[in-house]
């Protein structure tokens, strides 16, 4: 691996640390993503019982925010139940666009790196040209230099998109999946609201 690194030139460094970042994020992101973690299942059942018992109880209401992202809006809804139908909708509203946020965190850096990390690659092919073409001399060219521009192109074409392919899958499939959990929330905080209001058992 040190060879391949040494032949392909200071431009891989950059891609190295680009896939180290994405490793890092893909890991983050299919913890903080799993569907217990975000939207737990029976939460709104819990959250229904919790408050026909307690009502509107401070410690409850932290403790229901702090353990997910669905628990937060579900929170709001409770501070506001005793507001009007458009009150609890806006704080709901305010709660989901924070818990979005949250969804969606380091996904903008996960498709920056698919995208650049391409471009990335073509510089170190570019830097590897210019050392072939500077290879060239009067009298022939010199046949290590030669070798190390070749290196330094294919390597930094190869490893670019070695990180921006997956990169990009994961970035997709990260995106799917927000926007599945998304839906998931909105049905869940309705279905509270209407709970709350007396139009729904």
Not at 103 to 130: C, D, K, N, W, Y
Not at 132 to 139: K, M, V
Not at 161 to 168: D, M, N, Q, R
Request: hydrophobic fraction near 50%.
């Amino acid at each position: 691996m040190l060879s391949i690194v040494e032949a392909a030139g200071w431009p891989i460094w950059t891609l190295i640390v680009a896939s180290i970042l994405s490793v890092a994020i893909i890991i983050e992101r299919f913890i903080s993503l799993r569907t217990s973690e975000v939207a737990p299942a029976g939460l709104l059942d819990k959250t229904l019982q919790a408050w026909k018992q307690q009502g509107s109880n401070a410690e409850m209401l932290d403790l229901l925010a702090k353990s997910s992202p669905l628990g937060r809006i579900f929170s709001a809804a409770l501070r506001n139940a005793r507001n009007s139908r458009e009150v609890m909708k806006e704080a709901v509203e305010e709660a989901g666009r924070a818990a979005v946020h949250d969804l969606e965190r380091f996904l903008p850096a996960l498709g920056t790196i698919a995208s650049v990390a391409p471009l990335l690659g073509l510089l170190g092919t570019v830097i590897g040209m210019v050392e072939i073409f500077g290879s060239q001399t009067s009298t022939g060219s010199n046949p290590a230099v030669l070798a190390h521009g070749i290196s330094t192109a294919l390597y930094n074409t190869a490893f670019g998109l070695i990180v921006a392919i997956p990169s990009l899958i994961f970035y997709r499939l990260f995106r799917m999946r927000v926007d599945t959990l998304i839906i998931e929330m909105e049905q869940e905080a309705i279905k509270l609201i209407e709970m709350l209001n007396g139009q729904r058992n």
